[in-house]
C-alpha cells in the first residue's frame, strides 16, 4: 500500500511530465499500480489531494531547502547563501516542475496564491542573506531571477552554466 507520501510524490512526477491537466485519480493510480480506494483512503478527493499536493511542493521545494541551510544558524551568510546555492541547484537539473507549476498558477487561483506564497519565501529568504552581507537586498531578487529566468529559457540553462551565473552574481560589489 502507498502512502500519503507516495501519492503525493507521484503527484509532483506526473506534473512536471505532463501538466497539470494529467493530474487525474486514473492516472495516478496507474502510475503507483494501485486501486482508486487506496487514493481515497488517503484523500477525501482530488479537491483535497490538490491542497496537499500543493502543500507538499511548498514544503519540499522551497521549505526544505531554507531548513536546512538554518540547521547551522550560526554559519556566515555568505556560507548559508552558497549552501543554499548548492541544494537547489543540485536539484535543479530538472526544471520542469518548476515550469509546470507556474503554468499551472496562471490558470488557477489557488495554486497561483502558493506559488506567489512560495516566491514571496524565497525572495525574502535571499534578501536577508544579502542584507547580512550588507549588500542591498535587491541582489536577492536578482539571484532569484536568474535561477526562474534560467529554467524558463529554451533550451533551459545547464546547471553548471546556472551554478557559474549564481557565482557571478553571489561576487557583485557591496554598495
Same mark, same amino acid.
Given at each position: 500500500?502507498?502512502?500519503?507520501?507516495?501519492?503525493?510524490?507521484?503527484?509532483? *512526477?506526473?506534473?512536471? !511530465? $505532463?501538466?497539470? %491537466?494529467?493530474?487525474?485519480?486514473?492516472?495516478?493510480? =496507474?502510475?503507483?499500480?494501485?486501486?482508486?480506494?487506496?487514493?481515497?483512503?488517503?484523500?477525501?478527493?482530488?479537491?483535497?489531494?490538490?491542497?496537499?499536493?500543493?502543500?507538499?511542493? *511548498? !514544503?519540499?521545494?522551497?521549505? #526544505?531547502?531554507?531548513? &536546512?541551510?538554518?540547521? *547551522? %544558524?550560526? !554559519?556566515?551568510?555568505?556560507?548559508?547563501?552558497?549552501?543554499?546555492?548548492?541544494?537547489?541547484?543540485?536539484?535543479?537539473?530538472?526544471?520542469?516542475?518548476?515550469?509546470?507549476? #507556474? =503554468?499551472?498558477?496562471? &490558470? @488557477?487561483?489557488?495554486?497561483?496564491?502558493?506559488?506567489? /506564497?512560495?516566491?514571496?519565501?524565497?525572495?525574502?529568504?535571499? /534578501?536577508?542573506?544579502?542584507?547580512?552581507?550588507?549588500?542591498?537586498?535587491?541582489?536577492? @531578487?536578482?539571484?532569484?531571477?536568474?535561477?526562474?529566468?534560467?529554467?524558463?529559457?529554451? %533550451?533551459?540553462?545547464?546547471?553548471? &552554466?546556472?551554478?557559474?551565473?549564481?557565482?557571478?552574481?553571489?561576487?557583485? *560589489? $557591496?554598495?
Amino acid at each position: 500500500m502507498a502512502s500519503r507520501q507516495d501519492w503525493l510524490t507521484a503527484g509532483l *512526477e506526473i506534473l512536471a !511530465a $505532463k501538466g497539470a %491537466p494529467a493530474l487525474t485519480v486514473d492516472r495516478l493510480t =496507474a502510475r503507483l499500480g494501485l486501486t482508486k480506494g487506496s487514493f481515497y483512503h488517503h484523500f477525501a478527493g482530488m479537491a483535497g489531494y490538490r491542497t496537499a499536493l500543493l502543500a507538499h511542493f *511548498e !514544503a519540499e521545494c522551497t521549505t #526544505r531547502f531554507i531548513d &536546512q541551510v538554518e540547521s *547551522e %544558524p550560526d !554559519a556566515p551568510a555568505d556560507r548559508r547563501l552558497r549552501r543554499l546555492g548548492e541544494l537547489v541547484l543540485a536539484e535543479h537539473g530538472t526544471p520542469a516542475l518548476e515550469i509546470a507549476m #507556474r =503554468a499551472w498558477a496562471l &490558470q @488557477d487561483a489557488e495554486v497561483r496564491a502558493v506559488q506567489e /506564497r512560495v516566491d514571496r519565501t524565497r525572495v525574502d529568504y535571499l /534578501r536577508g542573506l544579502q542584507r547580512q552581507l550588507g549588500r542591498a537586498p535587491e541582489i536577492g @531578487d536578482l539571484v532569484y531571477l536568474v535561477l526562474v529566468g534560467g529554467s524558463h529559457v529554451v %533550451p533551459a540553462l545547464e546547471p553548471a &552554466q546556472l551554478s557559474h551565473l549564481w557565482d557571478l552574481v553571489l561576487e557583485g *560589489e $557591496k554598495p
